[in-house]
């Protein structure tokens, strides 16, 4: 047949992960098992447990994934796998059973970066949507301003200089009792705060208009929490969240407004675990309809971390010619 079928893998952070994707945006089926509970009575992820938690679930999840989608590994055209960035230990569990799916069934190796395929999520549900077009991308490693110039073609715009938008998220939501992982938990309880309790801090960078900076915002919180304390004032949970949440969303639509002014752009994306947040989402909606900008989003389940977005990247890459040796390695910090 003239379909292109892959099979992709992604094991970069906690989630272990398969997917089968046809023809580029057709997902055929999308597997995820989160060791979110595991890591929760740890307050975030440890790099060690996900290792082994990888190692266990791996083969059963790719087993599912070419279950869901009616296929098995002959009816595969290439192996697409997350290489880098992300934890060494985790990205090696992946990394390694694509190599060996590789060799013993003779398929195409496509290597793929992680960001890569969390801008990849955005061709899954809008078909019409291609390059060029601006992408803010925020998880919980990484906070990329990125002009998308054309498949595999990108240039970074800014980038955070300190935390990454979820980092924050998740280390404000440790710091007010909501445990881990903050970003969900945050949004929740915000839904009942005022978001203009607290004035918190919009880190300007002034060599570097499209860069961000998280760490101020949340000492600013934490000094805040200290000041109650002292002045026996009490916290209330949801007003912090509603306001931190605000004071974050409010320098991502700014910077991506200014990009956007900046670069004539008509088409803006975001991607990540962050853009699964509400309060963002809708936020950044309003700002695009203002300037009668496009705006496109995955559904929550294509922004946190899975293999479907990763097998999108893979299509284009190997359309273009990308095959990877069984000499492919993790590269923890790869860079885009
Ligand atoms: O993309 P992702 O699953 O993994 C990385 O590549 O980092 O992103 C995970 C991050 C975490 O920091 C999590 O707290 C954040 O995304 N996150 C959210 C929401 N859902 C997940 N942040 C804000 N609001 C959410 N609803
Ligand atoms: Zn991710």
């Given amino acids: 047949s003239n379909e292109i079928k892959i099979l992709a893998i992604e094991s970069s952070c906690d989630e272990t992960a398969a997917a089968v994707v046809v023809n580029g945006r057709d997902v055929r089926s999308n597997v995820i098992s989160s060791q979110i509970a595991l890591h929760t009575l740890y307050g975030g992820v440890v790099p060690e447990i996900a290792s082994r938690k990888h190692i266990e ?6 087993g599912q994934a070419l279950s869901d989608a009616g296929m098995t590994l002959d009816d595969m055209d290439a192996i697409g796998v997350t290489y880098g960035p992300g934890l060494v230990g985790a990205l090696l569990v992946g990394v390694a059973e694509a190599k060996a799916i590789s060799y013993a069934k003779k398929l195409p190796l496509v290597g793929v970066h992680h960001i890569e395929g969390h801008i990849s999520a955005n061709y ?28 595999g073609k990108y240039e970074i715009l800014g980038k955070t200089r300190d935390d990454a ?8 939501a440790r710091a ?15 839904h009942e705060g005022n978001p203009h309790a607290v004035e918190f801090p919009h880190a ?6 499209y860069d961000f900076s998280f760490s101020g915002l949340k000492s600013a919180v934490l000094n805040y929490l200290n000041g109650c304390k002292m002045k026996n004032i009490p916290i209330v949970q949801a007003d912090i969240a509603a306001s931190f949440q605000k004071a974050v969303t409010d320098v991502l639509i700014g910077n991506a407004m200014k990009a956007i002014d900046e670069f004539g752009m008509d088409k803006f994306a975001i991607a990540g675990g962050v853009a699964s947040n509400g309060t963002l ?8 309809e203002k300037k009668g900008v496009a705006f496109y989003h995955p559904s929550p389940i294509f922004c946190t971390d899975n293999a479907a977005m990763i097998g999108v990247a893979a299509y284009y890459d190997f359309m273009r010619g990308q095959r ?3 000499d492919l390695n993790a590269v923890p910090n790869l860079k885009l």
Avoid at 57 to 62: D, P
Avoid at 176 to 190: D, N, Q, R, T
Avoid at 204 to 209: A, F, N, R
Avoid at 281 to 288: L, N, V
Wanted: a negative charge; one cysteine or more.
């Fill in 57 to 62: 679930k791996i083969n059963q999840v790719i």
């Fill in 124 to 151: 899954i549900e809008n078909k019409d949507l291609e390059p060029p077009f601006l992408c803010l991308v925020v998880s919980g490693g990484h906070t990329h301003l990125v002009k998308v110039l054309d498949y």
């Fill in 176 to 190: 007010i009792g909501l445990g881990y992982p903050g970003g969900p938990k945050i949004e929740k309880v915000a």
């Fill in 165 to 172: 938008a979820g980092e924050a998220f998740d280390k404000v």
């Fill in 324 to 326: 990877d040796g069984l």
């Fill in 281 to 288: 989402r809708e936020g950044m909606r309003a700002a695009c």
């Fill in 204 to 209: 300007k960078i002034v060599d570097g208009p």
